[in-house]
Each structure stands twice: as structure tokens, then as C-alpha cells.
């Protein structure tokens, strides 16, 4: 079945350095793919987006690739500050055209150490 | 993007009871979708939430467990049926916005099951 594969699951680092998450989805029909950020206690919020017609996004400190090919995608984040310790969740879109049916990753608990 | 509200944002049940939770949002939108999480866990879609029309449930979810309503296009009930403590999780509503961009989540609701 449908299928979205996220590591690594827990992820360290320094501050200022960089960090990278990534996925891997099983649906070719999948063409929308979403990242949210999850603080403790708070519900998930939308950090960057990427849709099949795009190789690459990026916003400020945070850029997504997407390899169709390959059916990966990653996210980038560049100069980590405390504030981006969080768990990130990639997901995949189910249904074409749908950015809210999503089949999510299973998290990394990003953690950066001052 | 759309402001979503849900009530409660916690409670503790009593096994064998049923919990209502609604999600408001500030704007109309055009899909409504609700999830669960469970503690440490992903997000796993439960159904989609139509307006004027039963709800469109995934696999392993059914109507007599997570009756839906959905009466216009601002808001959205989930009621968590005939509770057991397997049913302790954060549920969350999610929206699609009007013009199709990216869909966003509500606080979640944390529901503990004693």
C-alpha cells in the first residue's frame, strides 16, 4: 500500500550547522509534498511545500528537493537555531490534486544543542 | 491562511462514553479532514469530512466508531464513540484552503481515555 518512509527518526546537532531529513514515497500518483513542524503540544504547522512540476523550494534558511525519478524528496535547514528543535513530518499527497489527504512520515525529533 | 479552532483541547472520558469535538474554522473552505495521533506517533487520516454528504472513511475507521458531521463549510464535528483507552490520542482537524494551496491544522484535540 501506500507508503511514506522518513529518516533518520531522531536527529542532533550544533548550532549553526545544518540539518537534513528525508523521505521516500511509494505512490507515483503522489505529485504534493508537504512539511510540518510539530512543537510540543501544538498541533502540526506548514513549514514548505513542494509539487511534482518542481525540483527545488526554498525559504530563507529552509529548502526542500524533490527527485520524482527516485520518488525522494528532503528537507534542508541551513543555520539551525534552538528554536528549530521540533519533530518535522514529510508527508505525500494521496489523492492528486488534494493537499490535505496526506499520508504522513513517522517524524524526526530534530534537537539543536546551543 | 485559515484560523482553525477546536474544542476541547483536552479532556479525560470515562471508558464507554462518547466525546464530541468540533473545529471551527474563519473562512470557508472546501475540505475538511479529520486525523488521529496517537501518543508519539504520526498522523494517520481517519476520513473526509464533505459537506452535505456522509464522510469518506480510510481503512480500518468506521462510521459507528467516528460518526462525522459536517453541516456547512465552516465547521466540522468528530465524536470518538463507546470510548476505550486504545482510543487515547490527539485528534486533529485540517482544512483545505478555498483556492487549493496547502492544508493546515487545528491545535488537536488531547483525549485521554480512563
Known amino acids: 500500500g501506500e507508503n511514506v518512509e522518513q529518516h533518520p527518526s531522531t536527529l542532533s546537532v550544533q548550532e549553526g550547522d545544518s540539518a537534513v531529513i528525508k523521505c521516500t514515497y511509494s505512490d507515483s500518483a503522489s505529485n504534493y509534498f508537504p512539511w510540518y513542524k510539530q512543537e510540543l503540544g501544538k498541533g502540526p504547522q506548514l513549514i514548505i511545500d513542494?509539487?511534482?512540476?518542481?525540483g527545488e523550494k526554498k525559504d530563507q534558511r529552509i529548502a526542500v528537493t524533490l527527485n520524482k525519478t527516485a520518488k525522494h524528496f528532503s528537507l534542508h535547514i541551513t543555520e539551525t537555531q534552538p528554536e528549530d528543535s521540533a519533530v518535522y513530518f514529510c508527508a505525500a499527497s494521496r489523492m492528486r490534486g488534494s493537499q490535505g489527504n496526506l499520508i504522513f512520515g513517522k517524524g524526526t525529533k530534530l534537537s539543536v544543542k546551543p | 491562511s485559515a484560523v482553525i479552532s477546536q474544542k476541547p483541547s483536552r479532556d479525560i472520558c470515562q471508558r464507554g462514553t462518547s466525546l464530541t469535538i468540533q473545529c471551527q474554522v474563519d473562512?470557508?473552505?472546501?475540505?475538511m479532514f479529520w486525523y488521529r495521533q496517537q501518543p508519539g506517533q504520526s498522523l494517520t487520516l481517519i476520513a473526509t469530512?464533505?459537506?452535505?454528504?456522509?464522510?469518506?472513511?480510510e481503512s480500518g475507521f468506521v462510521i459507528d466508531k467516528f460518526p462525522i458531521s459536517r453541516p456547512n463549510l465552516t465547521f466540522s464535528t468528530l465524536t470518538v464513540s463507546n470510548m476505550s483507552p486504545e482510543d487515547s490520542s490527539i485528534y486533529l482537524c485540517s482544512v483545505e484552503g478555498q483556492w487549493d494551496t496547502e492544508a493546515f491544522f487545528g491545535q488537536g484535540t488531547r483525549l485521554t481515555v480512563v
Open positions: 469530512a464533505n459537506q452535505g454528504s456522509e464522510a469518506t472513511y
Open positions: 473562512s470557508q473552505v472546501t475540505m
Open positions: 513542494i509539487r511534482s512540476n518542481v
